[in-house]
């Protein structure tokens, strides 16, 4: 007998599928954040499915490994690399792999490389690295081995930082000549770059270093990256006369930053040679980065000295690359004898760079023959005064 289905019935089937509904998504459903501020951390996270967890290892993997390949790069293979980013990225993390008893082996691997501005880059780069891990093994490298005292003046410009008086005393003491004049260039460097007259003034305490650079040098150089202005009247100032002069340092590392700058400021000096030689050293810089801009200047020069002076470093810095052109420019000096030197200074360049053909290209150029040097001359690679 089939009972016979009431209201209260299909009520109470309603009311049972309404609770079962809810409940299984109160408990089924994945919790939302909450909202205005409250804590999120304590909702629970959905189990990560396999295939999940797979890709993750698998990113994980790759990340490390590409890190590892890095590290494992030929030192030749990275500074072979065209683009100047990935090769210093490549660098950094080769040397960051490096275990201590490594960076001596690899300071000589990177000596040995061709290229001097990779050279550098990565010999800076291994140095100041080492230097910050391990001062003393650094130190004792460079006391040992003959050729790499410079290590000594990062290790002195870092010891400074922490303990100037300590470390000048450190550097005062070392009984190697060499080693000693590197530890000092390191504490110097690091007074010049909140002292530079200070340091100007201890650095001519501590007397000449035979077959060195005057320590003053290192200072006038900084000091012209800081304050080229002070740096250029308290080099004009000095003793020091000719290519020696500290003019020259200050007027070098200012026309790298402005050198319209650097060369009024030269036209100023009385001393016409010094003037020439200052206007020299400028040119030189100068047409290294933007040869026209130096050409303009020059040719608002009066005639003189001075303009000659800018016409022959001019024209010799740009021998090598443009050897007709340079010719052109050394004709147009007045002075006979300051045009007939410009012009054996420029094919010394061309020369120099091209043995085979040089005396050729100086001929067709319109060089007189008897300007011409013969290959294998040697003579001073500068413009002179």
């Not at 295939?51 to 590892?68: L, P």
């Not at 490594?102 to 100041?128: E, H, P, Q, T, Y």
Request: glycine share 6%; no cysteine.
């Amino acid at each position: 007998m089939i009972k016979r289905v009431t209201p209260i019935h299909i009520l109470i089937v309603v009311v049972a599928f309404i609770i079962g509904a809810f409940v299984d998504h109160a408990f089924l459903a994945e919790p939302s954040p909450k909202q205005n501020g409250s804590d999120v951390s304590r909702a629970p996270v959905p189990a990560a499915r396999n295939d999940d967890v797979t890709q993750m290892a698998a990113n994980a993997e790759q990340t490390s490994a590409d890190s590892r390949a890095a590290s494992k790069k030929s030192l030749d293979s990275i500074l072979a690399e065209h683009d100047r980013r990935k090769r210093t990225s490549d660098l950094e993390a080769f040397i960051s792999g490096l275990q201590p008893a490594d960076f001596a082996d690899a300071l000589k691997r990177i000596r040995r490389m061709s290229g001097s501005n990779d050279r550098d880059l990565a010999s800076r780069l291994l140095v100041s690295r080492w230097v910050q891990s391990d001062p003393d093994a650094a130190l004792q490298f460079a006391a040992s081995n003959h050729g790499y005292e410079y290590v000594a003046e990062d290790v002195f410009e870092q010891a400074a930082a922490t303990d100037l008086q300590s470390a000048l005393e450190r550097a005062k003491s070392l009984p190697n000549s060499d080693l000693r004049y590197m530890a000092l260039r390191g504490v110097l460097s690091f007074i010049a770059d909140t002292n530079p007259a200070g340091a100007l003034q201890l650095s001519q305490t501590f007397g000449d270093f035979s077959g060195n650079e005057p320590l003053s040098n290192v200072i006038y150089r900084q000091w012209a990256a800081n304050d080229p202005q002070a740096a250029a009247a308290q080099a004009s100032q000095s003793n020091v006369d000719g290519w020696r002069s500290p003019v020259g340092q200050v007027v070098r590392t200012w026309a790298g930053q402005d050198p319209v700058a650097a060369a009024n400021w030269s036209l100023s000096l009385s001393d016409p040679s010094e003037q020439s030689r200052s206007i020299s050293q400028v040119m030189r810089q100068w047409s290294r980065t933007d040869p026209t801009a130096a050409a303009n200047w020059i040719n608002a020069l009066p005639a003189g000295s001075s303009h000659d002076a800018a016409v022959a470093a001019l024209a010799y810095s740009i021998a090598s690359t443009d050897p007709q052109y340079a010719v052109s420019w050394a004709q147009n000096i007045a002075d006979e004898t300051a045009r007939n030197n410009a012009l054996q200074r420029v094919g010394l360049a061309v020369m120099r760079r091209d043995p085979t053909n040089g005396a050729a290209i100086l001929q067709a150029a319109g060089v007189p023959q008897n300007l011409i040097p013969a290959p294998g001359t040697r003579g001073p690679r500068g413009p002179g005064p």
